[in-house]
């Protein structure tokens, strides 16, 4: 089942918010254009992660205004308490202990390629069993 998985990106985003949710915005302009029109806009997350398009039903976007223990933010997450350690545990080795954001998409087709780059400001932390 493609919600077995759920990939995850924690950090701090200076942007305000309109700036911080255009990164996720799909393209509604026009309903009858098909992702393949090449006049299509395909948002900065989908470019991403490789992808024209993704499912808003399994996506979690979160921004505050001030920082927040990583704790407190990853309880947005659907995951097992031992997952929920595991993440916590990479978040903290990465120095991300205090954090305002956090996204996650459930998808265990998607392939996050660039481990190592920003993502909306945002630190990709992995792919985790959603134990669902």
């Known amino acids: 089942m493609y919600m077995s998985k759920v990939h995850v990106w924690v950090?701090?985003?200076?942007a305000d918010d309109e700036t911080f949710e255009k990164y996720f915005e799909l393209?509604?302009?026009?309903?009858?254009?098909?992702?393949?029109?090449?006049?299509?806009?395909?948002?900065?997350?989908?470019?991403?992660?490789?992808?024209?398009?993704?499912?808003?039903?399994c996506i979690g976007v979160y921004k505050e205004d001030g920082t927040?223990?990583?704790?407190?933010?990853?309880?947005?997450?659907?995951?097992?308490?031992?997952?929920?350690?595991?993440?916590?545990?990479?978040?903290?080795?990465?120095?991300?202990?205090?954090?305002?954001?956090i996204f996650y998409y459930m998808d265990s087709k998607i392939d996050v390629v660039d481990k190592n780059k920003l993502y909306n400001e945002l630190t990709y932390i992995g792919e985790f069993d959603t134990n669902l």
């Open 27 to 57: 393209d509604y302009d026009d309903p009858d254009m098909d992702i393949d029109d090449p006049l299509y806009k395909v948002c900065q997350f989908c470019l991403d992660i490789n992808e024209k398009w993704y499912d808003e039903d």
């Open 68 to 101: 927040l223990d990583v704790r407190i933010a990853l309880e947005e997450l659907s995951v097992s308490q031992e997952t929920l350690l595991e993440i916590q545990d990479i978040c903290i080795k990465k120095g991300l202990e205090k954090v305002n954001a």
């Open 11 to 14: 950090g701090i985003n200076n």
